[in-house]
Nanobody
Framework: QLQLVESGGGLVQGGGSLRLSCAAS????????IGWFRQAPGKEREGVACIRPTAGSTNYEDSVKGRFTISRDSAKNAVYLQMNSLKNEDTAVYYCAAAFPPPPSGKSFESVFYNIWGQGTQVTVSS
């Protein structure tokens, strides 16, 4: 069974940091593009970070550039999202997702290309 499990969410004060983890079972994460998406109440789901297979090139949504970092540990079959300088507007449920084949260039944040999704982890940033 192909599965993704997120962890690491929680409540943090504005300006603080969290690291989300995405662990895979049943497949190798480094063969897939892995995206982190988030959905805030009343808003559409949006992609925030993506790491592509093999070379591991990364993409970030503009509002998180310089604050979030996506990384991969092939030995642990896991992907991480380090989130620094958190803001109220980062509050959302965060999901990791895997895409094979990888999304076309320029479409890293289009969820239609992602085949496997985790259950999500809540991140709440307080003032």
């Amino acid at each position: 069974q192909l599965q993704l499990v997120e962890s690491g969410g929680g409540l943090v004060q504005g300006g603080g940091s969290l690291r989300l983890s995405c662990a895979a079972s049943g497949f190798r994460l480094d063969m897939y593009a892995i995206g982190w998406f988030r959905q805030a109440p009343g808003k559409e789901r949006e992609g925030v970070a993506c790491i592509r297979p093999t070379a591991g090139s990364t993409n970030y949504e503009d509002s998180v550039k310089g604050r979030f970092t996506i990384s991969r540990d092939s030995a642990k079959n896991a992907v991480y999202l380090q989130m620094n300088s958190l803001k109220n507007e980062d509050t959302a449920v965060y999901y990791c997702a895997a895409a094979f084949p990888p999304p076309p260039s320029g479409k890293s944040f289009e969820s239609v290309f992602y085949n496997i999704w985790g259950q999500g982890t809540q991140v709440t940033v307080s003032s």
